[in-house]
C-alpha cells in the first residue's frame, strides 16, 4: 500500500514539472536575418529596416556587395553566400531574409543550387520574381549596361533569364510590392499597374505564402512605415495583415 502511495506521488511530481526549458535558451535567443540590397544600391538603403529589425530583437547581417560588377552567379557564390553560412553558425539558428528588388532573385538563386540552407522565413520587396519589363526594352543599350552591370541584364523576363528559370520557392516567403512611381518614363514600359521598376504582376512566385501592395515606389519601399511594420509581422507570424492600413 505504501509503495502504491509513493506510486502515485512521483507520477504527480513528474507530470508537474516541464518537460522542457529551452525556451529559457535557444528560443529567446534573437533569430539572424540576413538583409540583401537591391541593384545599383548599398547596405545603406536597409538601414532603417535593420535598425527595426534591431529594435525587435533580431541580429542582422547586412550585406554590401558589388551588384553591377558580376553577374548573379559569381555575387552568390563569392560574396554572398560565404558571409551568410558564417553568420547562420554565428547565430545559432535558422536565419531569416528580409531582400529588395535584386536581393530576392540572389535569394532564390542561392537556395535553389544548394549554396545556403533554405531560410526559415523571408519577405521580398518589389522583387522581379518574373523579371522586369525594363531590362526587356533596355538591356541592349550601352547606357543601361554601364549602369547597371551584368547582373542587371539577367533580370528581363525572358525563359533564358535567371528568374523566370529558377523554380517555385521552397520556404516561407512574403512578398510586398508598390504601386506607385516616380519614374514615369520607366513606367511607360510595363504592363499594368508597377512601382516605376517592376509590374505588381511580376512580382509573384509559385510557392509565396502571402502577397500583398503597398503605396510605394520601388526605390522607396523598405523605407515606408508600413513595410516596416508588415516585414516584421510575417517573420514572427508567417502572415501579413488581412488590411494594410
Known sequence: MKFGVSLLLTVLIALSVPSCVCGETDADQPRGVVLL???ARSAA?????????????YQTLNIDYPSTKHPVESLSRDYL??????FAIK??????FVTHSMGG??????????????PYRAVMLSPPNQGSEVVDKLGDLWLFRAINGPAGNQLGTGPDQI??????????LGVL?????INFILSALISGPDDGKVAVSKARVD???????VPATHPLIMNKEITIRETLLFLETGKFSRDLK
Open 37 to 39: 540590397h537591391g541593384l
Open 45 to 57: 538603403s536597409l538601414e532603417k529596416m535593420e535598425k527595426a529589425l534591431q529594435d525587435a530583437g
Open 81 to 86: 553566400a560565404p558571409k551568410i553560412n558564417a
Open 91 to 96: 547565430t545559432g539558428h535558422p536565419v531569416a
Open 105 to 118: 532573385i540572389l535569394l532564390r538563386y542561392m537556395v535553389e543550387e544548394d549554396l545556403i540552407e533554405a
Open 163 to 172: 528568374p523566370r528559370a529558377l523554380g517555385p520557392v521552397t520556404f516561407d
Open 177 to 181: 510590392t508598390g504601386t506607385r512611381t
Open 207 to 213: 510557392g509565396m505564402a502571402d502577397f500583398r501592395t
